[in-house]
């Protein structure tokens, strides 16, 4: 059983929903990274989702941008961001790591020869926000050769046929994107993402996580009432912008405001 | 009424791209977010029946003719093709269509369909501001609020166009993000495009983007071939021995290209920006520099990026070809020959336009102007009953302030 489906399943015996923050590799410094995903780790997440950055990222919003931005000035690359992970995994043998960013990266690499480093590594998933599932198909097979979790978006535009056509591709978990629009934006509807998963979950056997302008605990706890998984990104970025001081202490503390939420019973 | 033929290709089998996902061998596609994958399906079901409909069709004739003032010239260069000994260039006006480019035979075809659609918004990105005014222009013709974004340093270098953008009544946002040029100010359409999806149409400029963009884009653009041929043949009895457009995105390449990919003996040659010369790695022009194949913006095209896929920064003197791709079927037709892409640099295609306007009279783009110097190159390898037809794409009051300032001059 992969990483990421023993976390799930742990977690549904324990009746609780994963938490998935995201940070992006390389920011503020490459030095950084391994041990601020051993913080985001004792702060309560499930499983982390690290951003590789990219010159163009067309579906993130500024404060996700300049994280790009602030990673890209340190040369940081898809390869390094690999040897990242092997690092974490000499302490963390658990917590799934999925990747994610834009196609051109991994494209230049070559899916071969990611995926096989990827394994090497430890990494658990990928997920490219620009590879929907027309263009998915033959990486994907070579993805799965290797044990990667090809993680695939859907939307609130999706039509159910769509959603039966990624669920023959997708593995661990997909991600529904819970507003129309970029990441860290603040429209988040509770309700229509109920009644959308509904929907969505008759076509989907996997777990489905929500992300997309979920900013602190109330709304995590409301988005788990529904989902598998809640997906914090650009709230946990904004940390970053407070400078690298306490920083590991600030997302070890944020994350586990947003875990006992959720863990909190339920009237 | 104009029709869409399409063209063999010179093997004698048909030329049917792009296939139903939007791909030309193995370039185009769609490499989206999820969100916006049912806009695009919505587009191009809305674009096959328009393309179908007579009254659609028509009414974009009647818009050409009557609003653009088409068919733009084919004009003789006398006195330039005299000065450089060689082949007689011919140019194919489409500086003196209404906005001064190529431009708006594009932005009239999708302002239709946006209406079409319901779409009460319309969106564009920008580089040397032609695409932006078009747009702003149909924007205002059929009563749409439009949003131009356009990267902060074209803003700066391409200062009346921002103007003639407000006066048109549109919102111009200058993008602070990357490299701040025309990839920054799509990046930012497209932000915007899928947070107001349900009511905006994205206006893209070139024949590049996720499918059909590249498709309806060439389509709506073709008919400076269409014209074109019809105009050879009137004017000169024959067809040209070669077709000469600059290759930013490549839309103005690939309207006067698109007709002529089933006439054998018409060389199409696409001319990209070669900023301070290809070998400095500071330049625009991903084809003549073999640069590899990559995903941005939406499809898979040749693209300058450097080891780790990153998008390289580009350079060129024009903001209109300064693009870190082209559009993907350009990438093929390079790919299969048909097409051969070359690239002038900034000296080069500033003298060619100080040329154009002392032997004809006419100020050209800039990015026009790249096409008028690898044509003059050829012009004077070739025999004087030899034919080039040079695709004038846009006229160049938008550079005046440019070349005024490389010339010293303060205005």
Known sequence: MSRIQNAFTRLKAAGQQALIPYITAGDPHPGATVSLMHALVAGGADIIELGVPFTDPSADGPVIQRAAERALAHGVSLRQIITMVAEFRKADSDTPVVLMGYANPVEAMGYEAFAKAASAAGIDGLLTVDLPPEEAIDRVAILKRYGIDPIFLLALTTPPARARAVAELAAGYVYYVSLKGVTGAANLDVGSVATKLAELRQYIPLPIGVGFGIRDAASARAVAAVADAVVIGSRIVQEFEAGESGLAGRLTDFVAGVRSAMNAPRA | ?411
């Open chain 2, 1 to 411: 009424m104009l029709e869409y033929v399409k063209p063999m290709a010179a093997n004698n089998q048909p030329y049917e791209l792009p296939d139903e996902h939007g791909h030309f061998g193995q370039f185009g596609g769609i490499y989206v977010a999820e969100t916006l994958i049912p806009a695009l399906d919505e587009l191009r079901e809305e674009y096959q029946r328009a393309m179908k409909d007579p009254a659609f069709l028509a009414e974009f004739e009647y818009e050409l003719k009557h609003y653009v003032g088409r068919p733009s010239p084919l004009y003789h260069a006398r006195r330039w093709s005299d000065e450089l000994g060689g082949a007689q260039i011919y140019l194919k006006r489409e500086d003196l269509n209404h906005t001064g480019a190529h431009k708006i035979n594009n932005t009239i075809g999708q302002a239709l369909l946006a209406r079409r659609m319901g779409k009460k918004r319309v969106i564009a990105e920008t580089g040397a501001g032609q695409h932006g005014v078009a747009s702003a222009t149909v924007a205002a013709r059929y009563g749409l609020e439009c949003v131009v974004y356009m990267g902060a340093e074209d803003v700066a270098r391409q200062a009346p166009n921002v103007f003639r953008m407000k006066l048109l009544g549109a919102s111009v946002v200058a993008v602070e993000s990357g490299s701040r040029t025309l990839k920054d100010a799509m990046n930012e359409a497209m932000r915007d495009w899928v947070t107001n999806v349900d009511s905006t149409y994205y206006i893209i400029g070139t024949c590049a983007g996720p499918h059909p963009y590249p498709q309806l884009v060439r389509d709506f653009q073709s008919v400076i071939g269409e014209e074109c041929k019809v105009q050879c043949a009137e004017q000169i009895g024959r067809q040209p021995d070669a077709v000469v457009a600059c290759v930013g995105g490549g839309s103005n390449a690939i309207g006067i290209f698109y007709p002529y990919i089933d006439v054998p003996g018409v060389r199409l040659i696409g001319v990209e920006a070669g900023g301070n010369g290809v070998e400095t790695g500071r330049h625009a022009a991903p084809l003549t520099s073999n640069a590899r194949p990559g995903v941005l913006h939406g499809q898979r095209v040749n693209l300058m990026q450097d080891e780790n896929g990153q998008i390289v920064d580009t350079h060129s003197i024009s903001a209109g070809l300064d693009y870190p791709g082209v559009g993907p079927e350009h990438c093929y037709l390079n790919e299969i020959g048909r097409a051969e892409y070359v690239a002038i640099n900034d000296d080069e295609a500033l003298t060619a336009f100080h040329d154009l306007c002392r032997y004809e009279g006419i100020i050209p783009a800039l990015e026009s102007s790249h096409a008028l110097a690898h044509g003059a190159k050829m012009a004077s390898q070739m025999s004087r009953d030899q034919i080039i037809v040079i695709n004038l794409s846009g006229r160049g009051d938008k550079d005046i302030p440019t070349i005024a300032r490389l010339d010293g001059i303060v205005l």
